[in-house]
């Protein structure tokens, strides 16, 4: 099974300022036969469901902001807030469709 | 607009089975492609996933509880029922139910509507 890993486990931001979450997969989800990372990401805010923000780890979903943005290829993926906004305060989750689905831990984004 | 609604017991005792429901609008079942995961999230843990089946009744389950669990629908109720058996404490936590749609065929794929989750307390 792919185990996925988060970094950092939470994180405080300044408004305005760049937020930075980093997702490792223990195995590569690249699949060559369509050159497309089988990685998604979401958002989820206290007290509600996750929220699908990115997916093919670059593609954003209906209606995302486009200060997220998610990069990456493999095994190393990164998704990216460019100037962080209260209500952006969540805990972002990456996951990994290439196989059996698997989640990781999860990264906790406040504001400092 | 796609929507999915869990429900089910708030409390079930250990050793007892649970039953859940994902109630469904929006899309078909019997639509090829369309796919409806089983999520869940311990209290203040991260996701977990626990099963798929799609809409030519292929079943996928999660390694770790595929003993236990046993995911149906009911394409003429919209509906999509997950038992899981043998309920222990451990497995207090919010249940989600989410749509895929992956249109190359039976396969994994990201989950672009989810449910708001039911809660479920496994204590004697």
């Known amino acids: 099974d792919i185990v996925m890993t988060q970094s950092p486990d939470s994180l405080a931001v300044s408004l305005g300022e760049r937020a930075t979450i980093n997702c490792k997969s223990s195995q590569s989800v690249l699949y060559s036969s369509n050159n497309k990372n089988y990685l998604a990401w979401y958002q989820q805010k206290p007290g509600q469901p996750p929220k699908l923000l990115i997916y093919w780890a670059s593609t954003r979903a209906s209606g995302v902001p486009d200060r997220f943005s998610g990069s990456g290829s493999g095994t190393d993926f990164t998704l990216i807030i460019s100037s962080l906004q209260a209500e952006d305060v969540a805990v972002y989750y990456c996951h990994q469709y290439y196989s059996t689905p698997a989640f990781g831990q999860g990264t906790k984004v406040e504001i400092k | 607009q796609i929507t999915l609604k869990e429900s089910g017991p708030t409390l079930v005792k250990p050793t007892q089975t649970l039953t859940l429901t994902c109630t469904f609008s929006g899309f078909s079942l019997s639509t090829s492609g369309v796919g409806v995961h089983w999520i869940r999230q311990p209290p203040g843990k991260a996701l977990e996933w626990l099963a798929l089946?799609?809409?030519?009744?292929?079943?996928r389950y999660s390694p770790s509880l595929k003993s236990r669990l046993t995911i149906t629908k009911d394409t003429s109720k919209n509906q999509v029922v997950l038992t899981m058996t043998n309920m222990d404490p451990v497995d207090t936590a919010t249940y989600y139910c989410?749509?895929?749609?992956?249109?190359?065929?039976?396969?994994?794929?990201?989950?672009?509507?989810w449910g708001k989750g039911t809660t479920v307390t496994v204590s004697s």
């Open positions: 089946i799609y809409w030519n009744d292929d079943k």
């Open positions: 989410a749509h895929q749609y992956q249109p190359a065929g039976p396969y994994y794929y990201y989950m672009d509507v």
